[in-house]
């Protein structure tokens, strides 16, 4: 039996990586598609369709909502790979396959690729996306244009999965590819690149101070003068954080001279 054929969209290319890495292991899986965007992946998708669909939620330029409205009525059996609010999850993910949180636990992943694959050899597929759209459609309706923005994370420590609050989160600090969390007595490593992390952040709880550095806005006590006119953060778990030159101007307008 020729193996299933597998598109994944995200515009990370490290997560997508981690993807293509799970992937291969699993014998049945035939052709990998990767796309970073909603664009990309319709066209991909049009010239070879695939079985199954792994799909981000939010992306630059158009989020996974978009493709999901965008899709023929022969469609792939669908799963969300997101780091999505989990409440919005649960509304919409009735209808999908299934879907997985970031960072992605491996025997989680199995086992949602499993069940994509049951839809797609019992030939399920069309009613599935039907239904699918119609809850996207209510979704939206339900959400208006509110921001969606993260309120927890899971966190993976001693072999178990810890729940971080957004709110208990004093900085996210860059780690090579990874993010590190810092809480007030402790950090943990969380797996996604800063950079796609603040996309995801309540603005007005948190500010990128550095290229290498989120602040919350409110664990800043004090801010300091440093050389060359840049600041140091005095943060409430005692840490400094230095302010980046290029961030300087907006930490000045937007905390230092805030009303």
Known sequence: MTGLSVLIVDDEPLARRRIVRLLARIDWVGDIGEAANVDDAAARMTDCPPDILLLDIQMPGGDGFELIERLPGAAPAIVFVTAFDHHAVRAF??????????????????????????????????????????????????????????????????????????????????????????????????????????????????????????????????????????????LTDGSEARVGRTYTPAVRAGIVNAP
């Open 93 to 234: 993910a009735l209808n999908a396959v299934d879907y997985i949180t970031k960072p992605i636990e491996p025997g989680r992943f199995h086992l949602a690729l499993d069940r994509a694959r049951g839809v797609v050899e019992a030939g399920r597929r069309s009613d599935r996306l039907a239904e699918l759209q119609e809850t996207v459609a209510s979704l939206k309706r339900a959400l208006g244009d509110r921001p969606r923005h993260a309120t927890e994370f899971w966190v993976k420590s001693q072999g178990e999965y810890l729940r971080i609050a957004a709110e208990e989160i004093i900085r996210f600090q860059a780690d090579r590819d990874y993010v590190r969390l810092h809480v007030h007595d402790a950090d943990f490593l969380y797996q996604e690149s800063l950079a796609s992390l603040e996309r995801r952040l309540d603005p007005d709880e948190f500010v990128r101070v550095h290229r290498g550095t989120i602040v919350r806005r409110r664990a800043i006590l004090r801010i300091k003068p440093a050389p060359f006119a840049s600041l140091v953060l005095m």
